[in-house]
């Protein structure tokens, strides 16, 4: 599932564009259908979350987001992907490679968000967002300060809340609550956050940046055996066997997500009702 590691993971793909100049360049959504991107070169690419920043010349910025469907592909000089795929394709990007010849293309594949703006105006993108654990910057204090601004919101809630930190998906969720033996219910006051935080930041640059480790948060890459706790409802803990319980989704509630978890390495107050 797309989260601040999948993103960060996709903009390292699209480095090989960086310094290429576009030889098409389309956004084939209703807002930008007529914006084209030829001629302009690809100047480097950014996160921050689940946010991707692609600067090209001419101060512009194409902000893409993929949410729960979109992915992105990269092909090798001079391919193109599938017919059958091209259908489903919401960003393209072609490239003259330094003979002069094709490039490296991009292809952003059911993209749900994307956006071209000036990138004097990132901000108003992704200027809402909390401290990126996965970015240089990352402010450790001023994410814990977001954190317990509300010290009886739920933990499950806070992490997911992309204005306190941003990056956290709900896979990550879940499986650092177990890792912390924190019930996700449990108040964000009651918490040791920078102990989280510091655990957070360290999964989920391993999972970015080191082959083979992508979202694979026990350290085994089998299936069925790369999560403590989410996607295991009713399989036995992996540390102490207990039956993995989960609640369902909330509709259109972001503090009600599906959850996963232990209850016996993870005591505490059972799943709110649902309303």
């Not at 991107?37 to 100047?43: A, E, K, M, P």
């Not at 990132?122 to 967002?129: A, D, K, P, R, Y």
């Not at 909390?130 to 739920?154: I, K, S, V």
């Amino acid at each position: 599932m797309p989260e601040g590691d999948s993103v960060y993971v996709a903009a390292r793909k699209l480095d090989v564009l960086v310094g290429r100049t576009v030889t098409r360049g389309e956004l084939r959504v209703p807002r930008h259908a007529t914006a084209d991107l030829s001629d302009h070169t690809v100047l480097g690419l950014d996160t921050h979350g689940k946010h991707l920043l692609t600067r090209f010349s001419d101060d512009l910025t194409l902000h893409t987001h993929m949410l729960m469907s979109g992915t992105w592909t990269v092909s090798r000089q001079g391919k193109w992907l599938p017919r059958d795929l091209m259908a489903e394709v919401r960003v393209l990007l072609r490239t003259a490679s330094a003979s002069g010849g094709d490039g490296p293309a991009a292809y952003g594949i059911s993209m749900p968000i994307v956006e071209l703006i000036r990138t004097r105006d990132e901000h108003t993108v992704i200027g809402h967002l909390g401290p990126d654990p996965l970015r240089a910057d990352f402010d450790a204090d001023e994410a814990a300060r977001r954190m317990t601004a509300d010290p009886d919101r739920a933990v499950s809630a806070v992490l997911l809340d992309q204005r306190c930190v941003a990056g956290f998906g709900n896979l990550w969720v879940n499986e650092l609550c177990f890792l912390r033996g924190l019930n996700p219910w449990t108040p964000i006051g009651e918490v040791d956050v920078p102990a989280l935080l510091r655990l957070g930041r360290k999964a989920l640059h391993h999972s970015a940046t080191v082959r083979g480790a992508y979202q694979v948060t026990t350290g085994n890459s089998r299936r069925g055996e790369q999560h403590w706790v989410a996607g295991r409802r009713g399989r036995p803990c992996l540390r102490c066997g207990t039956p993995i319980r989960v609640v369902a989704e909330e509709p259109n509630d972001p503090e009600r997500r599906r959850t996963w978890w232990c209850p016996h390495c993870q005591p505490g107050p059972e799943a709110p009702p649902r309303r």
